[in-house]
């Protein structure tokens, strides 16, 4: 990683239109991690990486689009350069890149059609906030995150069955596709005080757990 001063001589050294692809990515991957840190969230690696759009068909940007590509476009900010931008930040260690098949087929070439990825590394975002006016790096909040939605099942099935030792599995009835996922939000919750137990079993609601009003949490929301 660069040091502080290597960061300020790099954002100054950014043209305008790879101000605007690195904010904009920016902007996204902070979204994403509002939604998704946390005690029992996705693992980084599955969330970080942000879908540019697929490379020479414009035409998946339709209305509504959450492509990154059609939010750069809004801001005119899209050509035949867009390629040399990409370049540009990942040669500067702002940002990685690769490239995913869609599943889609080129009808006229047979060929398959493949989309931009791109994930800011750590320097990437120090050098976003500069070009923000923020702190290159941002002080630790002492206040906890927000429990994702599993996690809060978790502590729902426990307030229901207040005298019942449970498996990381009861609540939903069956055992989840990401078993070590949801390992770690046992982990967590009992790390929290409210589960105890051996995860992934014999865990139990505790008093903390007991009282927490789950319908109130930014993540909850009721089975359908």
Same mark, same amino acid.
């Given at each position: ?14 043209? =305008? !239109? ?9 902007? &996204? ?5 509002? /939604? ?12 970080? $990486? ?8 414009? $035409? ?30 990942? =040669?500067?260690?702002?940002?990685? /890149?690769?490239? =995913?098949? /869609?599943?889609?087929?080129? %009808? ?13 590394? %750590? ?6 906030? #500069?070009?923000?006016? &923020?702190?290159?790096? !941002? ?23 207040? &005298? =019942? ?17 949801? #390992? ?21 609601? %505790? ?9 109130? &949490? %930014? ?6």
């Amino acid at each position: 990683m660069a040091g502080a001063a290597a960061l300020v001589v790099i954002a100054a050294g950014l043209n =305008e !239109r790879q101000r605007a692809y690195l904010l904009a990515t920016y902007d &996204e991957d902070q979204a994403r991690e509002a /939604t998704h840190r946390g005690p029992g969230g996705p693992p980084a690696r599955r969330w970080r $990486w942000i879908e540019y759009g697929p490379v020479g068909h414009k $035409w998946l940007d339709g209305p509504g689009s959450r492509l990154l590509r059609a939010k750069l476009t809004q801001s005119g900010m899209v050509s035949q350069g867009t390629g040399a931008t990409w370049a540009a930040l990942a =040669e500067r260690g702002l940002l990685t /890149t690769r490239h =995913e098949h /869609t599943g889609l087929i080129d %009808t006229r070439s047979r060929r398959a059609i493949r989309s931009l990825m791109v994930r800011l590394t %750590t320097d990437g975002r120090k050098v976003a906030r #500069l070009l923000r006016g &923020e702190p290159p790096t !941002r002080p630790r909040s002492m206040e906890p995150k927000p429990l994702s939605l599993s996690a809060l099942r978790l502590v729902a099935y426990g307030q229901q069955h207040p &005298e =019942e030792a449970f498996d990381f599995h009861a609540p939903w009835g069956v055992c989840p596709l990401d078993y070590l996922v949801v #390992l770690g939000i046992c982990r967590g919750l009992v790390k929290r005080g409210l589960l105890a137990g051996d995860p992934p079993t014999r865990l139990r609601i %505790t008093p903390a757990g007991s009282v927490l009003d789950v319908t109130q &949490e %930014t993540n909850w929301k009721p089975f359908a």
